[in-house]
């Protein structure tokens, strides 16, 4: 078990890095007024459009070769403070998708678990040959001075780790309390792709997906009001954050429709699997 004043250090180092050193903010809605004199609404469309299609794909390549899906937080994380810090970059949609493609590269290199990256041939290959060696090492180059080599940035994984050693140990049962947690990152995987959630501190996204989870009338949830309250109490008294501050508050919102979304596709999904019993087809993929 970990004790209490570990805690305590483990939450406010990581609310000084997000704080400070990793703060984010959503750089499509972060120009200054000479921007805007020729930047055109589109544009912006566009780059909407191109994220979610780098979401996508950086999903599919950690599902793929067997990685975290952490990862692809961390490689948005590079992406949105490198387009950030230099928001009169040519925003063409190939210098786009290099620039995702260098952050993958980067995270699966610097963070992958078994101490094991990819060659840069790797993914060369995967681009299908759109770019080159010279291209992606060159933009990591790039990427690194911009960054400063800050690389290491808070998640919200990395707090809902914390935040269910909080949780009471006679809340739920070990089985739920399982459920509980892969819920809780389902849906921080999601809320990746959203524009809203980019401007939003890790540890407000992932308080409110562990309050939308845990609250929520179907199972895995924890149904008694005790529990709950005792669970808030904590992460005021031990992470300091407030469960009912304006940005908790607002993320829990935009949390509640993506678990909605995420409940209705689940059960679609296992009617269409229903009706394919006994067909060779897999069942649909959910693509982020």
């Not at 050193?21 to 020729?38: A, G, H, I, W």
């Not at 937080?73 to 928001?87: G, V």
């Not at 949830?221 to 009912?244: E, Y």
Request: charged fraction near 25%; include cysteine.
């Amino acid at each position: 078990m970990v004790a209490s004043l570990e805690l305590i250090d483990r939450f406010r180092a990581l609310q000084v890095l997000e704080s400070t050193t990793y703060d984010l903010t959503n750089y499509t809605s972060d120009f200054t007024p000479n921007q805007r004199q020729y930047e055109k609404s589109d544009l912006v469309n566009d780059r909407r459009l191109w994220w979610n299609d780098v979401c996508c794909c950086m999903y599919e390549f950690v599902d793929s070769n067997l990685l975290d899906r952490e990862l692809v937080y961390i490689a948005l994380n590079y992406m949105s403070h490198f387009l950030k810090r230099n928001p009169f970059i040519n925003h063409s949609s190939h210098i786009f998708y290099l620039i995702g493609m260098t952050s993958m590269y980067m995270a699966s290199k610097i963070h992958r678990r078994d101490g094991k990256g990819f060659a840069v041939v790797f993914f060369v290959d995967l681009s299908k040959e759109i770019f080159t060696e010279y291209d992606i090492i060159n933009m990591e180059e790039c990427m690194l001075k911009s960054l400063q080599w800050r690389m290491h940035p808070p998640t919200p994984q990395s707090y809902v780790d914390l935040l269910i050693i909080i949780l009471h140990r006679d809340a739920c049962s070990p089985f739920t309390r399982h459920a509980l947690f892969e819920r809780i990152i389902f849906l921080l995987e999601l809320s990746t792709t959203l524009e809203f959630f980019r401007e939003r501190k890790p540890s407000s996204i992932a308080v409110a997906a562990f309050i939308e989870v845990m609250e929520h009338e179907e199972k895995p949830n924890v149904p008694k009001q005790s529990f709950r309250t005792h669970f808030k109490f904590f992460v005021r008294s031990l992470a300091g954050i407030d469960c009912d501050s304006i940005d908790v508050v607002e993320c829990r919102d935009a949390m509640k429709v993506v678990h909605k979304f995420a409940l209705r596709h689940t059960r679609d999904k296992r009617m269409k699997e229903k009706e394919r019993i006994g067909s060779p087809v897999a069942s649909d993929t959910f693509c982020l």
